[in-house]
């Protein structure tokens, strides 16, 4: 059973009801140290395919939750381990913060979210309770001080969500997304929702919330809770991102074929999970590598785009205590700091041999390949990247002695490598699909994605209107993050896009994410990549970048798609 050593006297989550629903639903083992036996032979493994041109999900990034009022809040110094991303960091890219019930309470978690922000990660939020004049109690089962969101008060409580996403965007962090609910179906010590509460609301009072919604962020990846959201279409376009945590969810519960018939526009987060408990330490070894198969699972099987650990900093998390990063930590950093956001999953073979998983990426003509060997012996393993030249290979190891190493740089003749796994190790290798010097990993949100043919002359339309762009800048002293947002109101597809704009002088852009940019200041122009090449009707993509600024932090005033200028939201 898993099992989090919280207790409610800190503020923190209490654990009796979830270890009796996980010891009921026969969920997870407790797992103890293993001694590594290392086999005496090199096993061979069948050849694993990468395929570039076969693109899944678009990966918005990995990170973890603080929480100040429960576990206090990260340092300085450990902000910048969790979110930086260079030797000795975790490189993540999202950080999730929770919604106080007080206004008072809501500058607890500003700090680090205004650092996470200034080194290129996304922030989004989550409410464990309504203010409680907002409430009322009820009988559930034996619980019959059960609280529930009164219907009367729907309304003010998306208005409170409201009045929290504002507070974070004057104070310099655009939140990406804000949560219905946390865990509503979890909720012995918080508030419960019903899959009909939830959808009623997202129904009724969702569209005037002023950021992208997350719902249901079910404890357990329940489908019965999310599935009558994609089963209403009016619920469905005011919620933006399905959200689950992965408490006790076997494998087998991972994929979700609704979503993919129904959840078009649509983005999937795993937004909470430790694994496999929260008994042992971080640095268990072998262990902390069932972390990296259940994160190849949840990209691979499930299809996130994120990956979200409990807190940040614990004795079960990616960082311990004394700030230092974790085993676990070490694992969780072999994705977050090579799969960048904005890179796209692709086509792999999964499982090439027993206890050999992969799984890889590609942002422009750089890939990714993530590859975990659990067994007890070495594997002989390669793998062949359809229509890729030669090129060379950089990687980063971790093992029982080793936390995401360098290793000596290799080459790939042909499209083909062959490496040596370890046993008992997790390599992250990068690598070009067009030859040359392989890529760094990069330091912020700065995948460089190769343009998809010529855009059509203009935006497909019929309605008379332009396309509609919204524009959103988070700033801190000399610089800032800005996301763009591009819908096509017309009545077909938009085949090909450019977007253009002018920046205001002494902005200068230093990366960015789902378009490619150039020049990097003055008149800007950001056209599409290949995986987003084509805008259909009603549909909305985002893409953004990271700038500097000399003291001028005003907003582009105007933008054209293929010419045709823009109403701006």
Request: hydrophobic share 35%; charged share 15%; aromatic share 10%.
């Amino acid at each position: 059973m898993t099992q989090d050593e919280n207790v409610p006297a800190s503020g923190e989550r209490r654990v009796l009801s979830r270890r009796s629903v996980l010891a009921t639903m026969g969920a997870l083992p407790v797992l103890t140290a293993a001694t590594s036996v290392l086999g005496a032979t090199e096993a061979a493994a069948a050849t694993a395919t990468i395929n570039p041109s076969a693109q899944r999900q678009t990966i918005r990034g990995f990170g973890g939750m603080t929480h100040a009022a429960w576990a206090g809040d990260l340092t300085a110094a450990q902000r910048d381990t969790a979110f930086g991303n260079g030797d000795g960091k975790l490189g993540f890219s999202v950080l999730r913060i929770p919604v106080g019930e007080s206004q008072s309470d809501w500058s607890r978690d500003l700090a680090t979210a205004k650092r996470a922000v200034e080194l290129g990660a996304i922030v989004f939020a989550s409410p464990w309770n309504p203010p409680a004049s907002m409430t009322e109690t009820f009988t559930r089962g034996s619980q019959t001080n059960a609280k529930r969101l009164k219907y009367s008060s729907y309304a003010a409580y998306a208005q409170h969500l409201n009045d929290f996403t504002t507070y974070m965007r004057n104070n310099g962090v655009n939140l990406y997304a804000i949560s219905v609910q946390n865990e509503p179906d979890y909720a012995q010590d918080w508030t419960w929702w019903t899959s009909t509460e939830i959808v009623r609301f997202l129904r009724e009072n969702a569209g005037s919330i002023g950021t992208r919604v997350i719902a249901p962020e079910s404890f357990q990846y329940i489908k019965s809770m999310s599935d009558p959201i994609l089963n209403d279409s009016t619920a469905l376009a005011n919620v933006d991102i399905i959200g689950a945590h992965l408490y006790g969810t076997p494998y087998s519960n991972f994929p979700y074929p609704l979503f993919q018939q129904k959840g078009a526009g649509k983005e999937l987060w795993m937004t909470e999970v430790y694994y496999p408990n929260s008994t042992d330490s971080a640095d268990t070894w072998p262990q902390a590598l069932d972390v990296g198969e259940h994160m190849h699972h949840a990209m691979v099987d499930a299809q996130f785009q994120t990956y979200v650990w409990w807190y940040i900093r614990r004795s079960y998390g990616p960082m311990r205590e004394d700030g230092q990063i974790s085993k676990r930590g070490a694992i969780m950093a072999q994705f977050a700091r090579f799969v960048r956001p904005g890179y796209v999953r692709i086509d792999a073979t999964a499982n090439p041999a027993s206890n050999v998983y992969v799984s890889a990426y590609r942002s422009g003509n750089s890939v990714v390949i993530v590859a975990i060997n659990k067994g007890t012996s070495a594997v002989s393993q390669q793998f062949t990247i359809a229509n890729a030249a030669s090129a060379s290979v950089s990687s980063w190891i971790t093992d029982a002695s080793r936390n995401v190493a360098p290793q000596a740089a290799t080459s790939m003749s042909n499209g083909s490598l062959t490496v040596t796994l370890p046993a008992r190790s997790m390599t992250t290798f990068v690598t070009s699909l067009s030859g040359g010097s392989s890529p760094s990993p990069s330091p912020i949100l700065s995948p460089t994605p190769s343009p998809s043919p010529s855009p059509s002359a203009s935006p497909s339309g019929g309605t008379g209107t332009g396309p509609r762009v919204a524009y959103t800048m988070s700033t801190w002293n000399n610089g800032f993050t800005a996301s763009i947002s591009i819908t096509n109101t017309g009545t077909s597809a938009i085949d090909g896009w450019t977007l253009g704009f002018t920046l205001p002088s002494g902005q200068t852009i230093t990366s960015g994410w789902n378009a490619t940019y150039s020049p990097s200041s003055g008149q800007v122009s950001a056209r599409n990549v290949s995986y987003n090449a084509t805008i259909a009707p009603g549909a909305t993509i985002d893409i953004g970048f990271q700038a500097t600024h000399t003291g001028n932090t005003a907003e582009p005033t105007a933008f054209t798609l293929n010419g045709v200028p823009c109403t701006v939201a």
